[in-house]
């Protein structure tokens, strides 16, 4: 079964203070790996596809990164409009489009 | 822009009365549309697969009576709750995959607020 773990749970950071979220994923045959970001009483706003380990993405002050067991977001110089929660998914094959989700990382970035 | 639409976004019901919600892909078909549904402060659970022509796959422990899912075009999926009671009061999220887009990315609607009264 596959399984999606994000860590940490929460994270509070000081405005400017960077750091990186963790995606640790168990699947066979990885198609895809998505971040999302979701602010409290909306659906989840895209960021990233990664396919194959090795690939980075950049958006503003996140980056994307992923290895063959995990992904990471890292988040650069963060600003308070960054807090939301963000989420992990991985879609295992293109003919079953079935997308786990991980529980998501609740991000506070403090002024 | 918003690639995928939902409506409403807030609905209130009685007990007993049964709620439709809508999700539109916007200039994308898509053959297949997933449902969500999330409770305070955890992620999302899948509750089915909507296929376009054909019947919904249903998750395991989700009622597909009360749970009806019709996706009778390429560009429309609508959930209804029937008989809906408090208990079903959630936030649901359909979801739709754009193959044309950074090859495949699922794209979500906005979410509808349920309360069931």
């Known amino acids: 079964e596959d399984q999606v773990t994000q860590s940490p749970e929460a994270l509070r950071l000081q405005e400017g203070e960077s750091s990186s979220l963790n995606c640790s994923y168990t699947?066979?045959?990885?198609?895809?790996l998505f971040w999302y970001r979701q602010d409290p009483g909306k659906g989840p706003e895209f960021l990233f596809t990664?396919?194959?380990a090795g690939e980075e993405k950049e958006k503003e002050r996140l980056k994307a990164t992923l290895t063959k067991k995990e992904s990471f977001l890292h988040i650069t110089a963060p600003k308070p409009e960054d807090s939301a929660t963000y989420l992990c998914?991985?879609?295992?094959?293109?003919?079953?489009?079935?997308?786990?989700f991980g529980t998501g990382t609740k991000l506070q970035v403090i002024p | 822009g918003a690639v995928v639409s939902q409506h409403p976004s807030w609905v209130i019901c009685k007990s007993g009365t049964s709620v439709k919600i809508e999700c539109r892909s916007l200039d994308f078909q898509a053959t297949t549309m997933f449902w969500y549904r999330q409770f305070p402060k955890q992620s999302l659970m899948l509750m089915a697969t909507s296929n376009e022509g054909s019947k919904a796959t249903y998750e395991q422990g989700v009622e597909k009576d009360k749970f009806l899912i019709n996706h009778a075009s390429l560009t429309l999926s609508t959930l209804t709750v029937t008989s809906a009671h408090p208990e079903d009061s959630s936030f649901y999220i359909c979801?739709?995959?754009?193959?044309?887009?950074?090859?495949?990315?699922?794209?979500f609607g906005e979410g509808s607020w349920l309360t069931v009264v």
């Open positions: 990664l396919y194959s």
């Open positions: 998914a991985v879609s295992e094959a293109m003919g079953y489009q079935k997308v786990t």
């Open positions: 699947v066979s045959g990885l198609r895809g």
């Open positions: 979801s739709a995959r754009d193959f044309r887009r950074s090859g495949n990315t699922i794209y």
